[in-house]
């Protein structure tokens, strides 16, 4: 059945609407050869729409995996300048399968990833709260000063955001809760407390727990898990 391309797009867990908006507008997105403008339709299991010259694939099973991304991996599928991919690390699943959400070269954690694009929306989707959890290494300010002006940034550099929940953990380490998934947020959080960031970790995001998944490993989620994104929806 025929529907918009950016909708067949975000279905297929490639970008959201606003973002699968913005390739076509680019002319990044193709039916069947032919470059595509915003406003046109395409069946997905008839036509061949591509972005970027990559096919989109099929509906088929979804894929939920959770992965350990190690630092120095980009969150993308394919990058400009070379750089590893977290693509790679999840290659042997045999399905294309897209990143949840951001976490930048030299952050590390749980990453989400799925050909789910109704469920990615669904957790990136700002109506939704989902409290994501790091645990970050830090030097600089007084920990317990530090931690009380991360509490009261409601404003961060223009753009409103809820309070964090701030743990200490140790003379070095603080555990950060943040509601927003804002472009490095808690980093920014820190640098207005005066603290400079050495390492980055996050390590749940809502129901979903990191635990002891190895560096560099994934999971697929289990039945209880893939339940609670699907509650998103």
Do not use: W
Request: a neutral charge; hydrophobic letters at 40%.
């Amino acid at each position: 059945m025929k529907q918009r391309l950016q909708k067949c797009i975000s279905a297929a867990g490639v970008a959201s609407r606003r973002a699968a908006e913005a390739m076509i507008t680019a002319g990044r997105v193709t039916v069947n050869g032919l470059v595509a403008a915003l406003g046109d339709s395409a069946d997905p299991e008839l036509d061949e729409i591509c972005v970027d010259g990559v096919p989109l694939p099929k509906a088929g099973e979804k894929v939920y995996l959770m992965l350990h991304k190690p630092r120095g991996y980009v969150t993308t599928l394919s990058d400009e300048q070379g750089r590893k991919t977290v693509a790679e690390l999840v290659s042997a699943v045999g399905t294309r399968v897209y990143p949840v959400g951001r976490l930048d070269l030299d952050s590390e954690g749980l990453l989400l990833m799925t050909n789910d694009g109704e469920a990615a929306n669904a957790l990136m989707h700002p109506s939704h709260v989902v409290d994501k959890v790091y645990q970050v290494e830090v030097s600089g300010a007084d920990l317990n000063e530090a931690a009380e002006i991360i509490r009261g940034i409601t404003d961060l550099d223009g753009e409103t955001v809820s309070p964090a929940e701030v743990e200490i953990m140790d003379h070095r380490r603080l555990s950060v809760t943040i509601h927003e998934g804002k472009n490095r947020q808690v980093r920014r959080l820190c640098a207005k407390a005066g603290l400079t960031v050495h390492r980055l970790k996050r390590v749940s995001e809502g129901d979903l727990k990191l635990g002891n998944l190895p560096p560099r490993g994934f999971r697929y989620l289990n039945e209880q898990e893939i339940s609670y994104i699907k509650s998103l929806l």
